[in-house]
Nanobody, 125 residues
């Protein structure tokens, strides 16, 4: 079973920046989507950013962002390190949430859907 280990986050001041990392414990083949989600207290989990493999101008796939983070967050991946990143800047208090990474796809006829354990990001002065 592949594990996703997240790091980064913590307490950040409004307007500040931070980067989350999500490293897979092993190579993952057949990835279709790598992404970041977040869940704030009392709210449903929502997609923040993802990369869909295949198509688009980038060899890494097509990136998509929630409207609330467009222009502030950037998702990237390092295939050699089996890691996906979420670079966050100009953070706002409403970005406070537990952030989860997700990797899903299919390989040799089997689908997979891996989740990280979550990492807290708190934006506050």
């Amino acid at each position: 079973q592949v594990q996703l280990v997240e790091s980064g986050g913590g307490l950040v001041q409004p307007g500040g920046s931070t980067t989350l990392s999500c490293a897979a414990s092993a190579n993952i083949f057949g990835i279709r989507i790598m992404g970041w989600y977040r869940q704030a207290p009392g709210k449903q989990r929502e997609m923040v950013a993802n990369i869909i493999s295949g198509g688009g101008a980038s060899m890494y796939g097509t990136s998509n962002y929630a409207d609330s983070v467009k222009g502030r967050f950037t998702i990237s991946r390092d295939n050699a390190k089996n890691t996906v990143y979420l670079h966050m800047r100009n953070l706002k208090p409403e970005d406070t949430a537990v952030y989860y990474c997700n990797v899903n796809g299919d390989w040799v006829g089997k689908t997979f859907d891996y989740w990280g354990q979550g990492t807290q990001v708190t934006v506050s002065s």
